[in-house]
């Protein structure tokens, strides 16, 4: 508990809900690996959009538009040690080839590339939700406004 009051102490935030802000704010907080700065978009797996649906993705993986939205808010609150561990993994990740290659929309925390999608036939999801999948195949698709979402979180 005193790990996380000191850590809030470290925002900027004094508006309205300072409650609730503080509250969203230890969820980014925990959703970004320590020694990495990767932001995970979810730490879940295989939840389903609807029960017992075959819409059952992986999202333990860094997005970069979303771990954008997520360094971008904790900036405007007042912290600034997970972005910054964000902004050298990310850079990182830029470094790992040429100019003539994009970024992924996505990487493992840990910055590997290939996110391989595996169906667990043999595993039943939330609710009776199949397949369960780990990996996530999106991981090779172009997207190509996750540099307008980087580049406006880290300015």
């Known amino acids: 508990m ?8 470290t925002g900027t935030y ?12 230890l969820v980014l907080k925990l959703l970004t690996h320590a020694d990495t700065g990767a932001v995970v978009a979810a730490p879940t797996t295989s939840l389903p959009e609807d029960f017992g649906g075959v819409r059952n ?14 360094i971008y808010a904790m900036m405007r609150i007042g912290f600034t040690e997970a972005p910054a561990a964000f902004v050298r993994w990310i ?3 830029c470094k790992e080839f040429g100019q003539d290659t994009p970024l992924q929309i996505m990487y493992g925390i840990d910055g590997r590339h ?3 999608e595996i169906e667990l036939d043999h595993f039943e999801g939330y609710l009776g939700s199949k397949p369960v999948r780990i990996g996530n195949g999106a991981y090779n698709q172009l997207q190509l406004d996750i540099y307008g979402e980087l580049m406006d979180s880290v300015y």
């Open 2 to 9: 005193e790990y996380w009051r000191n850590w809030l102490s």
């Open 14 to 25: 004094q508006g309205r809900w300072r409650e609730q802000v503080h509250r969203s704010a």
């Open 57 to 70: 993705w992986d999202y333990r993986y860094t997005w970069i538009r979303d771990a954008s939205f997520t």
């Open 91 to 93: 850079e990182e990740r």
């Open 114 to 116: 290939e996110l391989e």
